[in-house]
């Protein structure tokens, strides 16, 4: 069993819409990682968390540590914002996780 | 803005060879990592480093695989004798307290 569940594996979308993706797992974390991989491989991490909401821009990230689940969300969604989104768990110390990503494409 | 550098962006090498992957990571960092992401696969954890020691290696990161900080801006991470498997592409990241990681853009090993 994966560690770290996300859904959808992958979504199309038109510009403008709004845009969640989920993340599950089932191992107590110190922390919730999300990532962004653009098509040419490199990774930027967008959040890190370990209770309640951030935002930054068009992304807010929430967690519930109770269900062990975090969402991702994107409002206003743009062409740019086609990429894998990849939720990472941190269990304690310093191994992370990592989900298997969402592809996410947005249509103009 | 600072950012994380890896060299060299592809690295081909025959099956038994030594590999050294280089990262520099940005320089008021403490906490290092490398990770590998096999073509169509996850990203996989394969070591930390603080302190100019392991903090915390996978089950990937065997006697195969050592890292080291030469000096006071280079981490790398040593293939010994790479296998065919070992193809991916492997990232170094580093982080200012241990919490938010900075990728570098990674380096694409092929072992033929």
């Known amino acids: 069993k994966n560690e770290v569940e996300q859904s959808p594996q992958n979504l199309t979308a038109q510009e403008g819409e709004f845009i969640t993706i989920n993340c599950s797992y089932s191992?107590?974390?110190?922390?919730l990682h999300w990532l962004q991989q653009h098509p040419g491989g490199g990774i930027v991490s967008l959040f890190m968390?370990?209770?309640g909401k951030k935002k930054h821009g068009r992304l807010i990230a929430t967690i519930n540590i109770q269900e062990k689940h975090s969402s991702l969300h994107i409002t206003a969604s743009h062409p740019r914002d086609s990429a894998v989104y990849i939720c990472a768990v941190q269990p304690g110390d310093d191994k992370i996780i990592f989900g298997k990503g969402t592809r996410l494409h947005i249509l103009p | 803005e600072p950012e994380v550098t890896q060299t060299p962006s592809h690295q081909v090498t025959q099956m038994g060879q030594e590999v050294i992957l280089r990262c520099v990571p940005i320089?008021?960092?403490?906490?290092f990592y490398w990770y590998r992401q096999i073509l169509g696969q996850k990203v996989e954890f394969l070591v930390s480093f603080y302190n100019n020691e392991i903090s915390e290696k996978s089950e990937i990161f065997d006697d195969q695989f050592s890292v080291e900080r030469p000096d006071g801006s280079n981490f790398t991470l040593k293939i010994r004798s790479t296998k065919l498997e070992d193809s991916a592409m492997y990232f170094c990241?580093?982080?200012?307290?241990?919490?938010?990681?900075?990728f570098g853009p990674g380096t694409r090993l092929t072992v033929l």
């Open positions: 320089s008021n960092h403490l906490y």
């Open positions: 968390l370990s209770s």
């Open positions: 990241a580093s982080s200012v307290t241990g919490d938010t990681q900075y």
């Open positions: 191992v107590g974390i110190s922390a």
